[in-house]
């Protein structure tokens, strides 16, 4: 069973307000993601770490900002949220070794910007 | 660039009946595929995943074939049960040591009793 962690599951929050999500794994794996998920379903890849001080922008867009300064976590931070942030964001891991592609999941963190 | 396409959902069907969700893809070189699930409120679960052609993976009665000539990943379980109501995700690893993912848009499947 995964060990990754996000919180809270879900946040209801008016616009302009700074807000982090926050994801933390047990599992020492170098690399971690943040995907969001539209409501239609489809996931999209918008921050992704290889490890310590490392990130990198997604296949998508976001106004989010992302650090890594510990393995373990790998929190997300959106400055101002507005309406357009409403979404399901998930974050997952993996292992360095390409031997070992598995990629696991966190529960994700529903968002609503009132 | 990479791709993947799955059939598109709602799929509705009867407990005891046999599933087929289609996934095909486009990749450059050899990627790894995967099914991934999510049940109603949580994050995504990997199924089962084939690393390299012909590989079958298989898991709680699901099954999918690495096809390289056609290429294709359909997921097959012969007998579906209330209990797999959920999203069906078809992904593929780009490798090159980045693992990054590249989904499908995402099946939904609802078992009847």
């Known amino acids: 069973e995964a060990d990754i962690y996000q919180t809270p599951r879900y946040l209801v929050i008016g616009t302009g307000k700074k807000i982090t999500l926050e994801c933390s794994q047990t599992?020492?794996?170098?690399?971690m993601y943040w995907y969001q998920q539209d409501p239609g379903m489809e996931l999209h890849l918008i921050h992704y770490?290889?490890?310590?001080?490392?990130?990198e922008k997604g296949d998508l867009s976001s106004e989010s900002t992302v650090s890594r300064i510990r393995t373990e976590h790998f929190p997300l931070t959106l400055e101002s949220a507005r309406p357009s942030h409403t979404s399901q964001y998930l974050c997952?891991?993996?292992?360095?070794?390409?031997?070992?592609?598995?990629?696991?999941f966190g529960p994700g963190t529903r968002l609503l910007v009132l | 660039g990479n791709s993947v396409t799955q059939m598109e959902g709602p799929v509705t069907l009867s407990e005891e009946a046999f599933l087929t969700i289609n996934c095909t893809y486009t990749?450059?070189?050899?990627?790894?595929l995967f099914w991934y699930v999510q049940y109603p409120g949580e994050g995504l679960q990997l199924l089962l995943k084939?690393?390299?052609?012909?590989d079958k993976g298989s898991n709680k009665g699901f099954e999918a074939t690495y096809r390289k000539e056609t290429t294709s990943f359909h997921l097959e379980k012969g007998s579906v049960q209330v209990s797999d109501s959920a999203v069906y995700f078809c992904?593929?690893?780009?490798?090159?040591?980045?693992?990054?993912?590249?989904f499908g848009a995402g099946t939904r499947l609802a078992v009847h009793p």
């Open positions: 990749a450059t070189g050899y990627p790894s």
């Open positions: 084939a690393t390299k052609a012909d």
């Open positions: 997952a891991s993996s292992e360095v070794n390409r031997g070992r592609v598995d990629q696991y």
């Open positions: 992904a593929l690893s780009e490798g090159g040591g980045y693992n990054k993912l590249i």
């Open positions: 770490s290889y490890g310590v001080n490392s990130t």
């Open positions: 599992m020492g794996h170098d690399k």
